[in-house]
């Protein structure tokens, strides 16, 4: 007998030297098992399971004098001595069997990564073209006037009349006391024109070419009032859409796989398993953080400008990449802000293009009196004649010349006409033919913010498996 307990005293030293060659300090019960390596961006069954984690933490595996590829091979005979349990963001590993020894475990998780802006600053850098001469035309009522044929040398009045001319359409009415709807529903006139001038006027395409080559002097003017005035009022929504909480860019899933040092686990002991600690001092940790002065655009807004460095890196080529550039938006959240304005009521537009339409109109109107009368010197058929046309006053009361009529307010609607026209070009072309136009030419910065959370763990494998020396007993003698 005291043969045989020597011998087996003998034997269980030698087991234990061997463990020793395998095994550091034993773990405290419960201890959280150390990272190996860094996070490798996609989940296992994309990056080719754990040996293709082992493969892209070689250095750092062999830095730790571990073999790559034992790290990245799975056997399955060693689960017997062991048993895992996961729950959300931490896993237990126990090793319940003394068959087999465990050196790591490698696993996979499904974390979230969510960028969202503030503090966002767009804006034109120049000028552009919403509108053209062809709309301002549109926007323009129809234009009043009287003309007056005098006779030369004596400048005694021959025929006087008054007039509409419709700048779409080149025609000229007549608009005198006949008119039972006066054109801008302004005031019916009290007298009546020259029917012989009526017949001259109806028609006159040389007097329209007159007109309309006058008024084309402030025309451009114009136009380029209502381009400058429309990129404002584009500025004071996209203000109006940043001065929200945040701009959500969007939400990406990111997998990612991981590996655990359990060079240390002992029989009787069990390990955890923590993402928060997989996560620390890796690229995943730089994920959550903010950037300031981002440049963005609403049509080339890129993610990585919103990200440190260390993550574009890690990224860079794999499918977590390719499901950043699907999941965050690069139009910077634009159609949210023309569902901003085309939500808009009519009336809220019109609030919100007040300043755009008043200087407008008061550019309109300074432009009307400054072309004042024109003196046409050509009367077909009359070479003895020439003839005035005096513009009614956009503004305010118009004085006849050469007439009995009083004096009245020929624009009375001007305002709230020329409104509801804007109002429902801003409502259409925000959503069409100025929806490329602004989302190409609006830039600027903003302060964006990331945020990850780590997510739950989806699977967890043994690697570096090798099997235990089995103890051995001498039979007695």
């Not at 390596?37 to 892209?56: F, K, M, R, T």
């Not at 993402?275 to 890796?282: C, N, R, T, W």
């Not at 499901?323 to 569902?339: M, R, S």
């Amino acid at each position: 007998m005291r043969q045989l307990i020597t011998v087996v005293t003998a034997t269980g030293l030698t087991v234990a030297l061997a463990a020793g060659l395998f095994l550091s300090q034993p773990l405290a019960f419960g201890a959280d098992a150390a990272p190996l390596g860094s996070p490798v961006p996609g989940s296992l069954s994309q990056i080719g399971g754990p040996a293709g984690w082992a493969e892209a933490n070689a250095d750092a595996l062999s830095d730790r004098g571990l073999d790559p590829a034992a790290a990245g091979q799975v056997n399955s005979a060693a689960n017997s001595a062991f048993t895992t349990s996961l729950a959300g963001d931490e896993a237990t590993i126990a090793q319940t069997g003394s068959d087999w020894r465990a050196g790591a475990a490698v696993g996979d998780a499904t974390g979230e990564v969510t960028l969202r802006a503030t503090a966002a600053e767009v804006g034109f850098s120049e000028t552009h073209s919403f509108f053209t001469r062809s709309d301002l035309i549109g926007l323009m009522p129809k234009l009043t006037f009287s003309f007056a044929t005098y006779t030369r040398g004596t400048n005694n009045l021959q025929y006087w009349g008054h007039y509409a001319l419709d700048l779409s359409s080149s025609q000229v009415t007549p608009d005198d006391k006949s008119m039972l709807s006066p054109p801008n529903s302004h005031p019916r006139l009290s007298v009546s024109n020259s029917s012989r001038l009526d017949v001259s006027m109806v028609g006159n395409t040389t007097l329209t070419s007159t007109v309309k080559e006058s008024l084309s002097t402030f025309l451009d003017p114009g136009v380029a009032r209502l381009n400058q005035n429309t990129q404002r009022i584009y500025q004071g929504y996209a203000e109006a859409y940043a001065e929200q909480a945040s701009i959500n860019l969007g939400t990406a899933s990111l997998p990612y796989s991981f590996g655990t040092d359990l060079s240390d686990l002992a029989v009787g002991d069990d390990v955890s398993v923590n993402l928060a600690d997989v996560v620390q001092s890796s690229w995943l940790d730089d994920l959550s953080g903010q950037t300031e002065q981002v440049p963005v655009s609403f049509s080339q807004f890129d993610w990585r400008d919103a990200m440190a460095p260390s993550v574009v890196e890690a990224v860079a080529g794999s499918a977590v990449e390719q499901a950043f550039n699907n999941a965050f938006d690069e139009t910077f959240g634009y159609q949210n802000l023309v569902n901003l304005i085309a939500g808009r009521t009519d009336a809220e537009v019109a609030g919100d293009i007040e300043d755009m339409l008043t200087e407008f109109l008061d550019g309109l109107t300074s432009d009307v009196d400054a072309w004042g009368a024109k003196r046409i010197e050509e009367i077909g058929g009359f070479p003895t004649w020439y003839g005035i046309l005096r513009m009614d006053k956009l503004s305010g009361q118009t004085t006849f010349t050469d007439s009995k009529q009083q004096a009245l307010t020929m624009y009375p609607n001007l305002v709230s006409d020329t409104s509801k026209k804007i109002v429902k070009i801003v409502k259409d072309r925000v959503k069409g033919s100025w929806y490329n136009l602004a989302a190409n030419n609006m830039t600027g910065t903003a302060t964006v913010v990331s945020e990850f959370t780590p997510g739950t763990i989806e699977h967890l494998q043994l690697t570096a498996v090798e099997a235990a020396a089995p103890a051995t007993t001498a039979s007695p003698s």
